[in-house]
């Protein structure tokens, strides 16, 4: 079984800044991707970011330039660093594993953390 813990999550203003961490543990495939979602009230989960093996990175449009995707191997943790938050951030961020193992898919979710930007 994988368990995902994520931190870093509370209430900044507008312009600030939050770290998010989300280390897991378990037994998973070291070639993996892990990722950042999140979900506001009354929408759907929406891809922030992911960072698979060898540290190839996708972002979502809407936070290019001021969130940073990163990943510490050794920690089997993955950041997120976001800067210059915007009230339509506030959101519950979750993280995932994700990896194959030939013709199976597995992936894995963490409890999601709350973020709230105030305007």
């Known amino acids: 079984q994988v368990q995902l813990v994520e931190s870093g999550g509370g209430l900044v203003q507008a312009g600030g800044s939050l770290r998010l961490s989300c280390a897991a543990s378990?037994?998973?495939?070291?070639?993996?991707?892990m990722g950042w979602y999140r979900q506001a009230p009354g929408n759907q989960r929406e891809l922030v970011a992911v960072?698979?093996?060898?540290?190839?990175?996708n972002y979502a449009d809407s936070v290019k330039g001021r969130f940073t995707i990163s990943r510490d191997n050794a920690k089997n943790t993955v950041y997120l660093q976001m800067n210059s938050l915007k009230p339509e951030d506030t959101a519950v961020y979750y993280c995932n594993i994700r990896w194959a193992d030939g013709s199976t898919t597995y992936l894995y979710w963490g409890q999601g953390t709350q973020v709230t930007v105030s305007s």
């Open positions: 378990g037994r998973f495939f070291s070639f993996n991707a």
């Open positions: 960072i698979a093996s060898g540290d190839r990175t």
